[in-house]
Nanobody
Framework: VQLQASGGGLVQAGGSLRLSCTASGIDFSDYGMGWFRQAPGKEREPVAAITWSGSSTYYADSMKGRFTISRDNAKNTVYLQMNSLKPEDTAVYFC????????????????WGQGTLVTVSS
């Protein structure tokens, strides 16, 4: 199983980035997908999650209204559109797959990608 995240980089505060995560080795449409992030010295925290069909999405409070999770099952890919970025959004962003309903709980996820670094400058 591989979850390949991409799209990270350096952006100024107020800017936008779109992360992608492409899965292989799983039946992607069976899995809820989530995005999580981990800043230096901090625990991994939830960002957003989406059910297998894309019909339901969930967001951590601090991301609501700024981030949008979506998926394309035909491309085995989940996306995270991040707008109005803040310096405190700086972190490594991970995608993860959950065989079941999508949640914002780290412990529920079965497979993890390697992460992509997002740096927001002030």
């Amino acid at each position: 199983v591989q979850l390949q995240a991409s799209g990270g980089g350096l952006v100024q505060a107020g800017g936008s980035l779109r992360l992608s995560c492409t899965a292989s080795g799983i039946d992607f449409s069976d899995y809820g997908m989530g995005w999580f992030r981990q800043a230096p010295g901090k625990e991994r925290e939830p960002v957003a999650a989406i059910t297998w069909s894309g019909s339901s999405t969930y967001y951590a409070d601090s991301m609501k209204g700024r981030f949008t999770i979506s998926r394309d099952n035909a491309k085995n890919t989940v996306y995270l559109q991040m707008n109005s970025l803040k310096p405190e959004d700086t972190a490594v962003y991970f995608c993860a797959a959950d065989l079941g309903i999508a949640t914002l709980r780290v412990s529920e996820y079965d497979y993890w990608g390697q992460g992509t670094l997002v740096t927001v400058s002030s």
